[in-house]
């Protein structure tokens, strides 16, 4: 065996044999953001024998604070992350087959690309896509670990189907208008600890190490000390659309994705969630006024202006966003400010 | 007595890290309306609940000394 590897194959719990399996495994990383940076970074460096990574995004000089794989000159460039991440990537480990995929995630895509794929790591930025990870992970038996922060707070949970609740079971109603980092702030060692939980527990599924898989649902506050497993086993439930007896995968159904339209003529994209929504506008709109953002508002509106676009977020939850024609870039935005 | 942890945003929302109030014999549905019509708690619905370290469902009822902790699933990363 590798140089390279010998003290993760010195640890007891992977070994040789355990290296033999990460060099046989696909891990897909949705998300090149902080997390997705984070996790690729380290999947890279452990030595997967291929590395799928998804991003829709293109990088930005708010990222740099905390997405490891991005430099100033990306910035500039306004390079997509999954481009710049691929490059990277490469550079730190030859021995992995890297690919990147510049796309939005939708549920048609995520279809495409699991299918040669053994662990999905989350690393996006949207309860959305997650969800649609979610049904995908139980429609094709694929283990996915969810990871999410804001602030100083970050959470993870291991989901293996035919083992453990999944993320359906667990929230049974879809969060709206939760923190974002664009609206709740983010420090870095945050991320790095989400990060280090996702990390261990895809060591721990692609060697095949069931035993020690953590079998409960995480929570930390970095700032305010805090650290709590909550037991999770009794949370499965049969009824479960998802990954119960008669399940029928809702969120890669049509009706449940959201809907994007160019309005022409008018260089502008209409985002309108799949359920209409109770937005709470004046609390977003303090959020967003703490985050430094120049807001006006009435009782059905707000205009929040993010230079070079402006966004108008209805209380129904539908937004205008205004000054591109792009998408998946839409999406990105609204994802940003509403979660 | 029992015992109420709020993490995360709900902390500020809340005012306060634990908060100690008699709700033995209430299920978590109703526990989630007081804190919400009284502790100004918003957006309730989606967020997670334990007893004693123990996920726990809407109809789950709280006894005597348990300690109830309200986690908000989070989407940034």
């Given at each position: 065996m590798n140089e390279r590897y010998s003290r993760q194959t010195l640890f007891p719990a992977i070994g040789e044999e355990g290296q033999k399996k990460i060099r046989k495994k696909h891990v897909l990383i949705i998300g090149a953001g902080a997390l997705g940076s984070g996790n690729a970074e380290v999947m890279t460096r452990a030595g997967i024998g291929k590395l799928t990574i998804v991003d829709r995004d293109y990088v930005e000089?708010?990222?740099?604070?905390?997405?490891?794989?991005?430099?100033e000159e990306d910035v500039f460039e306004k390079m997509p992350k999954a481009a710049v991440a691929e490059k990277r990537l490469r550079a730190i480990n030859s021995e992995t087959d890297i690919a990147a995929v510049i796309t939005d995630a939708t549920p048609d895509r995520l279809e495409e690309l699991v299918q040669t794929v053994d662990l999905i790591i989350d690393s996006t930025d949207n309860f959305e896509t997650r969800m649609a990870i979610n049904d995908i992970s139980q429609k094709y038996q694929i283990p996915w670990i969810y990871g999410a922060c804001v602030g100083s707070y970050g959470m993870s949970l291991t989901i293996i189907p035919g083992m453990t609740p999944c993320l359906h079971c667990l929230l049974k109603k879809i969060p709206i208008q939760g923190m974002t980092c664009d609206t709740g702030g983010i420090i870095a060692p945050a991320v790095q600890m989400v990060i280090a939980h996702q990390t261990a527990e895809a060591l721990k599924i692609l060697v095949e190490?069931?035993?020690?898989?953590?079998t409960t649902f995480t929570s930390f506050d970095l700032w305010g000390n805090q650290y709590t497993n909550i037991k999770i086993a009794?949370?499965?439930?049969?009824?479960?659309?998802?990954?119960?007896?008669?399940?029928?995968?809702?969120?890669?159904?049509?009706?449940?994705l959201m809907k994007t339209t160019v309005l022409c003529g008018r260089d502008t994209v209409q985002v309108r969630p799949p359920a209409k929504q109770q937005l709470d506008l004046a609390r977003l709109s303090e959020q967003m006024q703490a985050s430094g953002y120049q807001i006006k508002g009435n009782p059905y509106l707000i205009s929040v202006e993010m230079k070079p676009q402006r966004i108008v977020v209805f209380n129904d939850g539908r937004a205008l966003i205004h000054g591109t024609k792009d998408l998946s870039q839409a999406k990105a935005i609204y994802n940003r400010l509403l979660g | 007595m029992n015992k109420l942890l709020f993490f995360a945003h709900l902390k500020d929302e809340a005012g306060a890290e634990t908060l100690s109030i008699d709700v033995s014999g209430k299920t978590i549905a109703e526990l989630k309306t007081i804190v919400s019509e009284?502790?100004?708690?918003?957006?309730?619905?989606?967020v997670m609940t334990a007893i004693n370290e123990e996920f726990a469902e809407d109809d789950d009822i709280i006894q005597q000394g348990d300690t109830i902790a309200f986690i908000p699933p989070v989407s940034g990363g």
């Open positions: 000089e708010s990222n740099l604070q905390r997405q490891q794989l991005y430099t190490d069931w035993d020690a898989i953590r009794k949370a499965k439930d049969d009824g479960c659309l998802s990954c119960g007896e008669a399940r029928t995968y809702p969120f890669l159904q049509n009706e449940n | 009284q502790h100004g708690l918003t957006k309730i619905d989606s």
